[in-house]
Every structure is written in structure tokens, then in C-alpha cells.
């Protein structure tokens, strides 16, 4: 069922982002996308690489972190790694940053352009465990989708 969804989701998702080149467009639309269509969440947005730090990009939730330091955090954890995190307790994540106390499970899948890792994908829960592997993989494949978009 949740491939499903996310295969439709993916689908509205390349529907509106299709002939977008501006990458703050396509992330504010994309991250309302994903606000609007998935449960329980307290936010869905970018951290875009600027250097050897993550800068808060277009998102859709409460006033968030501005800066984080590569290979700090969840965020910065998977941008360093160039790895998806899925997180099922934040607060058992050594060296997990608090933007939002009321946050209690993460997903946070690196942006690449090629190899490079442009931005991450950073999605937050109050609910402890609220990603499974089927959200991994369906987000996964609508951010390939979201790169294959904008970076072709």
C-alpha cells in the first residue's frame, strides 16, 4: 500500500516540478508536497551544502536551525556520509540537534548532483519510529526523481 502512495506522490511530484530549473522553487513546492500528502509530520524541508555547513533552505513547519556543521546532527551526518539516516528516536541520536523538542523520529536523505552532495532532504515526526524502510524507499525515489529533474 505505501508503494503505492508514493509512487502516485512521486507522480505529483514530477508533475509539478516539471520544467522548474530553480532549485529554491522546486524545494518549496516539493517539501509543501510532502507536508500536504504526508501524516504526522512537524516538518519537511532542505538544508542546502554551502561549504562545510548545511544552510536552511525552503521548508514547511516551525522555525528551524539555520546553520549546522557537516557530519553534525542527523542532517549533517547523512550529508557527510552521503547516506540516508532513518532515525526511530532522535533523543538516542548521539549528537542529535534539538531544533524541535517535539521531534522524535527523523528521516534525512542526501540531494546529489552526480556524486556531489548538493542539499539533504530532512523530514520530522512527533511520533517515536514513524519512518519505516517502505518511507526510505519511496522517499529515496522521489528525491531521485527530484535530482534527475533539475540536475539532468
Same mark, same amino acid.
Given at each position: 500500500?505505501? &508503494?503505492?502512495? !508514493?509512487? &502516485? %506522490?512521486? $507522480? ?11 532549485? =529554491? ?6 517539501? @509543501?508536497? %510532502?507536508?500536504?500528502?504526508? @501524516? ?6 532542505? !538544508? =542546502?551544502? $554551502? ?12 522555525? @528551524?536551525?539555520? $546553520? ?15 547516506? &540516508? ?16 523538542? @517535539?521531534?522524535?523520529? +527523523? ?8 556524486? +556531489? ?5 530532512? =523530514?520530522?515526526?512527533? %511520533?517515536?519510529? $514513524? ?5 526510505? =524507499?519511496? %522517499? ?13
Amino acid at each position: 500500500m505505501k &508503494t503505492e502512495f !508514493y509512487q &502516485t %506522490l512521486n $507522480r505529483q511530484a514530477q508533475a509539478l516540478l516539471e520544467g522548474e530549473d530553480d532549485l =529554491i522553487a522546486a524545494m518549496a513546492n516539493f517539501s @509543501a508536497l %510532502l507536508n500536504d500528502n504526508l @501524516a504526522d509530520l512537524n516538518w519537511a524541508g532542505f !538544508y =542546502i551544502k $554551502r561549504g562545510d555547513q548545511l544552510v536552511l533552505g525552503p521548508f514547511q513547519g516551525k522555525v @528551524a536551525c539555520t $546553520r549546522i556543521a557537516m557530519g553534525k546532527g542527523v542532517c549533517g551526518t547523512a550529508a557527510a556520509l552521503n547516506t &540516508t539516516q532513518r532515525v526511530a528516536d532522535v533523543h538516542a541520536f548521539d549528537g542529535h540537534i534539538a531544533c524541535d523538542s @517535539a521531534s522524535n523520529s +527523523e528521516i534525512v536523505i542526501p540531494v546529489r548532483q552526480g556524486e +556531489e552532495v548538493v542539499a539533504v532532504l530532512d =523530514i520530522d515526526s512527533p %511520533l517515536l519510529n $514513524r519512518f519505516d524502510e517502505d518511507d526510505q =524507499i519511496g %522517499l529515496e525515489m522521489m528525491v531521485k526523481s527530484f535530482e534527475s529533474g533539475l540536475f539532468a
